[in-house]
């Protein structure tokens, strides 16, 4: 079995690279799968020259390329030689890549990986896909009409998947999806939503040491519900990612979210009320219409709620979007300026908080070279002798090395 994978984008290209992976397993021989993304025309740009790269490297390999940058964009891929374009729809049919394979235009008789580098970190953790697609439509988004529809799997599957997880030694499940937060299925004749699922999964499956969510959307009901159990069960860690996108009420409104900043001060308050639960956050900068002023209420809003990471980055417009062909577009310039700016008032939150947790005992999951991951996700090295991968330890956190804890097993 040769067959390489390389992921673009979100965690969960990463994951459907594994799974196709294993469902190639014994039909196909040799072949490399590349997952693109489509977010920003800079993701779509990367994946065509990896791609490219690739095929000059690997020239009677055939190199399959699935993702929303391929599905978006399949010319882009098609002309490369010995590429050929798997649709998003058609990713897990597995007769979709034999059938390619019988009718290549080129020889690939004896195929030989010669060239591939994969710099995708091994993870001690355990992504866990729950759903796929997505039903609203934001202005700025073009994964959602890549991706097709919500789509829920159903929780006999997902129980599947986890208790394999642990099987093969990971014990911190992150449940991931597009809107991970519109997960509903019945289950034994009831509405079976996203709270349920975390709810049953920890109850069915004592082995999870570490239940987490990759993000969720702050407009979901769900998400009380989601700190009501992590409040309840020290098991679900006291962290949560919001796509937030934007802290102004007005840009909120043309990128059609349907949370506001009074929403997400709420989310926040009742949280952080007699427990501790820290939040990091996705922030779209350099939005159609967004004026100074109506930035600076976003970077306000960043440092009254003291979110610990923001993952911010520059609006870049997306063919078939309205957001595309709004007026008063941004120079790129002033949205890259604008990404510093909130990305070092996060760095200012997340030291002040750094500050106040020296002398704590949390549990952590230890990823490599003694370096693990608290509750809150910030890096923590831990002194003293090897900890074995995947392994989850009480560490006492006893000081600070730039944007790491250090700490020492307790």
Do not use: W
């Amino acid at each position: 079995m040769n067959i390489k994978t390389l992921s673009f984008g979100c965690r969960l290209n990463a994951l459907e690279c594994e799974k196709i992976t294993k469902m190639l397993t014994g039909n196909i021989e040799t072949a490399i799968l590349v997952n693109t993304c489509a977010v920003t025309g800079e993701a779509e740009r990367q994946s065509a020259q990896t791609v490219r790269k690739l095929s000059r490297e690997n020239p009677n390999v055939m190199i399959f390329v699935t993702g929303c940058g391929a599905t978006r964009n399949p010319k882009l891929f098609e002309k490369i030689p010995h590429v050929v374009v798997i649709n998003n729809k058609d990713k897990m049919n597995l007769s979709v890549y034999q059938n390619a394979i019988k009718v290549a235009g080129f020889d690939i008789s004896c195929p030989e990986i010669n060239a591939f580098k994969n710099t995708e970190s091994i993870l001690s953790k355990k992504f866990i896909q729950v759903q796929n697609g997505c039903n609203h439509d934001c202005t700025y988004c073009v994964t959602r009409l890549l991706r097709g529809k919500s789509v829920s799997f159903e929780y006999d599957d997902v129980l599947s998947a986890v208790k394999e997880a642990i099987k093969n030694g990971f014990y911190e499940i992150v449940l991931t999806g597009v809107d991970t937060a519109s997960y509903v299925k019945l289950y034994d004749g009831k509405l079976f939503l996203l709270a349920d699922l975390c709810e049953k999964l920890l109850h069915d499956v004592p082995d999870i040491k570490h239940l987490r969510l990759s993000s969720i959307d702050p407009a979901s009901p769900e998400i009380l519900k989601i700190i009501d159990l992590m409040k309840g069960n020290p098991r679900f860690m006291p962290h949560l990612h919001l796509s937030m996108q934007s802290g102004s009420d007005t840009i909120l409104k043309s990128m059609r979210r349907r949370h506001t900043a009074d929403m997400l001060r709420k989310i926040i308050n009742t949280a952080n009320k007699d427990f501790q639960i820290s939040f990091s956050a996705d922030i779209i900068c350099g939005f159609p219409g967004e004026t100074e002023k109506l930035f600076k209420e976003t970077a306000d809003l960043i440092r009254e709620l003291k979110l610990i990471h923001v993952h911010a980055f520059p609006f870049s417009p997306r063919p078939d979007t309205v957001a595309a062909v709004m007026p008063n577009q941004i120079n790129r310039s002033v949205s890259k300026q604008r990404v510093k700016i909130i990305s070092d008032i996060a760095k200012e939150n997340r030291a002040d908080f750094m500050q106040h947790q020296i002398g704590k005992t949390v549990s952590v999951l230890i990823e490599e070279n003694n370096v693990g991951r608290t509750p809150d996700d910030i890096d923590v090295k831990i002194t003293g002798a090897p900890i074995p991968n995947k392994t989850i330890c009480d560490v006492k956190l006893i000081g600070i090395d730039t944007n790491m804890f250090i700490g020492v097993c307790a």
